[in-house]
C-alpha cells in the first residue's frame, strides 16, 4: 500500500537570510521539534529517522526514512533513498530556500510504503480499504503539523542567539 501527503508553507527567519540559510542547511535541527519524528539524526550528507504514523487497528507504525541532503545557492533539497529490508517505510522529500529577508518557503513530500496482509474476500477487502482511509488521514495530519514543529525550531535557535 503506498500513501502520499504534500506540505508546504513559509516562515520567517527573525535573523535575516544568513540564518534562514544555515538552519535549512541543518535538517536534523530544522526537524528537532517535529513532535512525530523519532530516531532524528543528521549531518551534511543527510537525514535518517522514523515518522511516528498512529493508525487505526494497526496500533503505531514506525516508518524509517532517509534522505540525502542537497545544498542549493538559495537553501537546501532532501532526497528520499530507498530503505531495504523493511515491511514499510516512508520517503521524504523537501525543498527550502531562503529569500534576502530571511522568509523560507518549504516543501515536501511524504511517500509511505506499508505491507499489508493478503486482502481475501470481501472481509479483508474492506479492512484494507479501512486501513487506507485511517492511514491516508493519519500521514495528512502528520503533514499538516510540520509548520508548526519546524516553527518551533526557528523560534529556539533566535532565542538561543
Known amino acids: 500500500m503506498i500513501l502520499e501527503a504534500q506540505q508546504s508553507f513559509s516562515l520567517s527567519h527573525p535573523h535575516g537570510q544568513a540564518a534562514a540559510l544555515a538552519f535549512v542547511r541543518d535538517p536534523a535541527l530544522a526537524l528537532s521539534r517535529v513532535r512525530f519524528l523519532r530516531g532524528l539524526a543528521g549531518n551534511a550528507e543527510g537525514v535518517r529517522g522514523e ?8 496500533g503505531e ?6 534522505s540525502l541532503l542537497q545544498v542549493r545557492p538559495d537553501g537546501a533539497a532532501l532526497t528520499p533513498q ?21 522568509l523560507i518557503g518549504f516543501h515536501f513530500h511524504f511517500v509511505a510504503h506499508l505491507a499489508t496482509p ?5 472481509g479483508g477487502a474492506a479492512f484494507e480499504k479501512m486501513v487506507r482511509a485511517a492511514a491516508g488521514r493519519t500521514l495528512e495530519r502528520v503533514a499538516r503539523e510540520l509548520p508548526q514543529g519546524i516553527g518551533a525550531a526557528v523560534a529556539a535557535q533566535a532565542e538561543a542567539r
Open 61 to 66: 507504525v514506525d516508518l524509517p526514512f532517509f
Open 51 to 58: 515518522l511516528i504514523v498512529p493508525v487505526p487497528v494497526l
Open 82 to 102: 530507498p530503505i531495504a529490508g523493511e515491511r514499510a517505510w516512508v520517503e521524504v522529500s523537501g525543498t527550502a530556500s531562503a529569500d534576502g529577508a530571511g
Open 118 to 122: 493478503e486482502a481475501e474476500g470481501w
